[in-house]
């Protein structure tokens, strides 16, 4: 998986503070033993793949590292999506034991695919034992598979990671709106008819509906929440169905003019991305 953060750290010498983009933030699993990770200076940085490399023979020996919960945390409401012949696509895998937790949960057909080769090399080996778990080195926004190839897509965090950078959560720049572009039409062309995409993030509703409320994607739109203490964000696509009129509308707005951007509220963190679970969006 590509894991993000929307947030930018301060330059300035002393305690480290988040300006936090209201849009969404990152939380590791508390269940997640892998050690804290180095924070890049600048929030961008979580959009490269340099980065991510690095950060993965970092940890190569490393327990996986769960962004926005673990697989129980979210369980109930995935499994009703699911069955056991789907085949799925996880997009953005990075070292998450998602696609494992899904083969252990009874669905054994998964393919996981990141941009890093580094984690794409460690993730073969981890799971060498699984045959039908397939892992491959591929850009999210140029899928190297024939159309109509998954029941299921799945995405946990990697679209956050792609708008990492983004100076206001409510103006995405004309840049990040045609990169989820590309990557939601990838996703749509993938899909069987009624087959389903899965997309798990702290990006709320007024942030994230944007984008998926798009009619050529050809599929419907529906959202849950998930968590404690903190609240993720679930949402499911069905391709072969409408979206509403409501949510057309609302699809609309990534086209309206720029707004001026809204302020940061700043917090103070630790050196560890757990912090994020205490961000208030």
Known sequence: MIPSLLATWSAKPGPKVLAVCPA????????????????????????????????????????????????SSFRALLEPELRPEDRILVLGCGNSALSYELFLGGFPDVTSVDYSSVVVAAMQARYAHVPTLRWETMDVRALDFPSGSFEVVLEKGMLDALLAGEQDPWNVSSEGVHTVDQVLSEVSRVLVHGGRFISLTSAAPHFRIRHYAQARYGWSLRHATYGNSFHFHLYIMQKGRELTIAQLAVGTQVLSPPRPPTTPCFLQDSDHEDFLNAIQL
């Open 24 to 71: 969404a933030a990152s939380m590791a699993s508390p269940r997640a033993q892998a050690p804290p990770p180095e924070i890049p200076e600048q929030n961008c940085r979580y959009r490269e793949v340099q980065y991510w490399d690095q950060r993965y023979r970092n940890a190569a020996d490393s327990a996986p590292y769960e962004w926005f919960g673990d697989f």
